[in-house]
């Protein structure tokens, strides 16, 4: 029997990064990858069954929140899909920010994929 996989939207500005954990989730999961804010939106659909979302989506622009505002769309568009925060800067702001919008999660950057892999399987296993 054919069990489809379910689909995850990872949003990051650094191309090695998203190719990285794509490559590392690949096996279990149909991975979306997208690189800022607008293509993140255009790629969200109800195929979706979780986003990892980098806080800060141009490393140029140290006070870029895109991900933030990305946390807020899909909530408002999507409320059932969470959303997993990562950053690799200690911003508290943006991480209580992220929190009361509701982001299933924060990881820090670098990612633990074991606790990755964990905190993924943690909901979307649960849908069954």
């Not at 806080?55 to 769309?73: K, Q, V, Y």
């Not at 209580?96 to 990881?107: Q, R, S, T």
């Amino acid at each position: 029997m054919f069990v489809e996989k379910k689909r995850i939207l990872i949003v990051d500005d650094v191309a090695e990064y998203v190719q990285s954990l794509g490559r590392a989730l690949s096996m279990e999961y149909d991975i979306e990858k997208t690189f800022n804010l607008e293509d993140a939106k255009k790629a969200m659909d109800n195929s979706i069954s979780l986003c990892l979302v980098d806080i800060r989506l141009s490393e140029d622009d140290m006070s870029n929140r895109d991900g933030i505002i990305f946390l807020g769309w899909i909530k408002d568009q999507f409320p059932e899909v969470p959303v997993v925060m990562m950053s690799a800067y200690r911003d508290f702001d943006s991480a209580v920010d992220a929190l009361n919008l509701h982001a299933a999660g924060y990881l820090k950057k670098p990612i633990n994929l074991k606790e990755l892999k964990r905190v993924i399987a943690s909901f979307l296993d649960k849908e069954g």
